[in-house]
């Protein structure tokens, strides 16, 4: 699977968006962008995934760019519940180990 | 239940001891993860269950590790001969699928803390 690159830290104020960027130069076609979030001391907690499409569901909107080596996670009004760890990770879609690797991700912190 | 159940949430045990670390997926998941994420660390595979066998044990630290999963349900980690390094949080996950699966979404338990004295 591919590897990414996220930023170790970043701050977002409340009730503003959270642009969270992470790359993945070396994608391969058939691998998708998951994200996952790890709130402390819970397990981590699924958000979203996409392969090229920008997606969107209630917790957050995935933008990948057009030539799939970049992605950003939004969280369009960021409270302080969302103060947590941020994975982005690529999985091919016939995985065979089906396991998700782990990168170090990005520390989220949501200030009043 | 209807999420990830994990038992014990808290063990202490001393060194050199034995511990079992129990995991109770969501009903109908055919996958099964075991991970684990020592202080302030990121998250470490260790296996993965298909059914009730394991085709990647490639996590796994040493040979003091093993895991067990029957009925294609409840899964059990054992650490033989616990050592102070073992201290961490030990994470279940299950999915639904894998083969063919695209959600490919892990659903995760609350985890099981060990504190190796």
């Given amino acids: 699977d591919a590897k990414t690159t996220q930023p170790t830290s970043m701050d977002c104020a409340e009730g503003r968006a959270a642009n969270l960027p992470c790359n993945h130069s070396t994608i391969s076609g058939n691998e998708y962008v998951?994200?996952?979030?790890?709130?402390?001391?819970?397990?981590?907690q699924y958000i979203i995934h996409g392969l090229k499409n920008n997606e969107t569901n209630e917790m957050a909107s995935l933008i990948i760019t057009e030539d799939r080596k970049s992605s950003t996670l939004?969280?369009?009004?960021?409270?302080?519940?969302d103060t947590a760890v941020y994975y982005c990770i690529v999985r091919a879609f016939y995985n065979q180990g089906g396991k998700l690797i782990f990168g170090q991700g990005t520390e989220l912190s949501v200030k009043p | 239940g209807a999420g990830v159940s994990q038992s014990p949430s808290n063990k202490v045990t001393e060194k050199g001891k034995d511990v079992e670390l129990r995991c109770?997926?969501?009903?109908?998941?055919?996958?099964?993860?075991w991970y684990r994420q020592s202080l302030g660390q990121g998250l470490e595979f260790l296996i993965y269950f298909q059914g009730n066998?394991?085709?990647?044990?490639?996590?796994?630290?040493?040979?003091?590790?093993?895991?067990e999963?029957?009925?294609?349900s409840v899964s059990t980690l054992t650490i033989q001969?616990?050592?102070?390094e073992d201290s961490a949080v030990y994470l279940c996950a299950s999915s639904l699928d894998v083969s063919g699966s695209h959600t490919g979404e892990l659903?995760?338990?609350e985890g099981s803390r060990l504190t190796v004295l």
């Fill in chain 1, 74 to 81: 939004i969280l369009p009004h960021a409270t302080l519940r």
């Fill in chain 2, 69 to 72: 999963r029957t009925g294609g």
């Fill in chain 2, 24 to 33: 109770d997926p969501i009903s109908g998941h055919t996958a099964l993860y």
């Fill in chain 2, 53 to 67: 066998s394991a085709p990647d044990k490639s996590g796994l630290p040493s040979d003091r590790f093993s895991a």
């Fill in chain 1, 34 to 44: 998951y994200w996952y979030r790890q709130i402390h001391s819970q397990g981590p």
């Fill in chain 2, 107 to 109: 659903f995760f338990g």
């Fill in chain 2, 81 to 84: 001969r616990t050592q102070q």
